[in-house]
């Protein structure tokens, strides 16, 4: 069974200009999530699919991310324009079951992408 | 705000001893913990998990110890290995949304 992928697994650009990045989870994984690691800071969350819907976005930094996943299957995480803050890794993860306080919410994670914004 | 700490960024151990990584938590509404492992270039994962019910769940090598009145976990290696040299991140759920901790390098030397 194939994993979590992500793409690019690595990205370059300046500031100002606009990234995708693309995540495919385990299919049949009904939520997915997108992380953002830091210079070696904590995996923060930034939002959760559940299908197509938003089911929650609290940790989206600002309106500069926009995430989707259209018919529920892939997702993407854009940026624009992307600033020198924005440089980290991006973790996507999905699961088959979430929102169950204390089930076996195991997240499988992709092996991220490392966005740097000069 | 980071409901999730790991104090330690980094641990060091012989080869055989006891490694033992520290977890703390402030959100009472956590009952779910679990604890991911990250190799370079990798993305995190799942090593093992202890719901709020229990204290102490083992697997192998690995336990985790949950104090819910102190809001601390711990992960015990026992005997550590240079494979296990990695970074570990604590995470806690409470309605299947996840927070981790900024994880901690463990080094194991041989």
């Known amino acids: 069974e194939a994993g979590v992928t992500q793409f690019p697994s690595h990205s370059v650009i300046e500031k100002g200009q606009t990234v995708t990045l693309r995540c495919d989870p385990i299919?049949?994984?009904?939520?997915l999530y997108w992380y953002r690691r830091v210079m070696g800071k904590e995996i923060k969350f930034l939002l959760h699919f559940v299908k197509e819907s938003k089911q929650d976005e609290s940790g989206m930094p600002n309106n500069r991310f926009l995430a989707e996943r259209t018919g529920g299957t892939y997702s993407t995480l854009k940026v624009q324009p992307a600033e020198l803050e924005d440089s980290g890794v991006y973790f996507c993860a999905s699961s088959h079951r979430g929102g169950l306080a204390g089930d076996a919410n195991e997240q499988f994670f992709g092996p991220g992408t490392r966005l740097t914004v000069l | 705000d980071q409901q999730v700490k790991q104090n330690s960024p980094s641990l060091s151990v012989q080869e055989g001893r006891i490694s033992i990584l520290n977890c703390d938590y402030t959100n009472s509404m956590f009952d779910y913990f679990l604890w991911y492992k990250k190799y370079p270039a990798e993305g995190p994962t799942f090593l093992i998990s202890i719901s709020s019910i229990k204290d102490k769940n083992e697997d192998g090598r690995f336990t985790v110890f949950l104090n819910k009145s102190a809001k601390h976990l711990s992960l015990h290696i026992v005997p550590s290995q240079p494979g296990d040299s990695a970074v570990y991140f604590c995470a806690a759920s409470g309605n299947g949304d996840m927070r981790f901790g900024a994880g901690t390098r463990l080094t194991v030397k041989p």
């Open positions: 299919s049949g994984h009904d939520n």
